[in-house]
């Protein structure tokens, strides 16, 4: 029996004696779109986090296709796209693109980042550092680092905050290219054209499932707000 890319069981996440996250059960099966949401602090960039590998939780766990979420194997199959994206300061748009491609041994990559590049409006930029761009700029410049490696898991956090209309439509079309692609997608959102197209909602409420059903039953701002 295959694993499911993303399985948490009893995930915890406390600051203190704050929690943030937990405990939440969840498993998300291969192929699946999953969209998260939730109001501002109900858990959802931590749960991202944790699932990236970027933060320990502390209590609970939460495996990638049944491997732990910090082994190197997990890592190289999770793509994941920040809510507030970071670069180095001195590597153009073009070399951060070439650094991601490379250390994940992706062979061919030029062609596909130039395309990237090209459906992001970001063509004449490569040069550019992107840590002088806009919100906007540099929303799409960290869209293309997303894109420019193979995952088999893609975690998404707030991706069309700065964006402007061409550059949501863009995202949205990557998307629709990564699932027919046999990704799974796990995208915190309000955006409602992602809930549409995907296959299922789950919504945090004080860091715990509220709402866990079929895309087309959720009322997603009935469940933001309450």
């Given amino acids: 029996m295959t694993a499911p890319t993303l399985e948490a069981a009893g995930l915890a996440k406390s600051y203190g004696d704050a929690p943030a996250v937990g405990p939440v059960d969840m498993s998300v099966a291969a192929g699946?779109?999953?969209v998260l949401v939730g109001?501002?602090?109900s858990g959802k960039t931590t749960l991202l986090r944790m699932a990236a590998g970027l933060l320990e939780p502390t209590g609970g766990s939460i495996r990638i296709a049944g491997l732990d979420v910090g082994s190197v194997e997990a890592r190289t199959m999770t793509s994941y796209l920040a809510d507030h994206p970071v670069f180095y300061d001195d590597l153009s748009v073009w070399e951060h693109l070439e650094f991601i491609a490379r250390l994940h041994e992706t062979h061919d990559w030029e062609q596909h980042a130039a395309d990237l590049l090209d459906v992001l409006g970001l063509t004449g930029r490569g040069d550019a550092l992107p840590t002088t761009f806009s919100r906007g700029l540099r929303q799409k410049a960290a869209i293309a680092l997303a894109f420019v490696r193979p995952f088999e898991l893609l975690l998404v956090?707030?991706?069309f905050v700065g964006l402007d209309l061409a550059g949501r439509e863009a995202l949205l079309e990557l998307f629709r290219r990564a699932h027919d692609d046999g990704a799974t997608?796990?995208?915190?959102t309000h955006e409602l054209t992602t809930v549409a197209a995907s296959d299922r909602v789950v919504a945090l409420r004080d860091g715990v499932v509220a709402h866990d059903g079929p895309a087309g039953?959720?009322?997603v701002a009935d469940l933001v707000t309450r």
Avoid: T, Y
């Fill in 39 to 41: 109001h501002n602090g």
């Fill in 157 to 159: 956090d707030e991706p």
């Fill in 185 to 188: 997608l796990l995208v915190a």
């Fill in 32 to 34: 699946q779109r999953v």
């Fill in 217 to 219: 039953e959720a009322d």
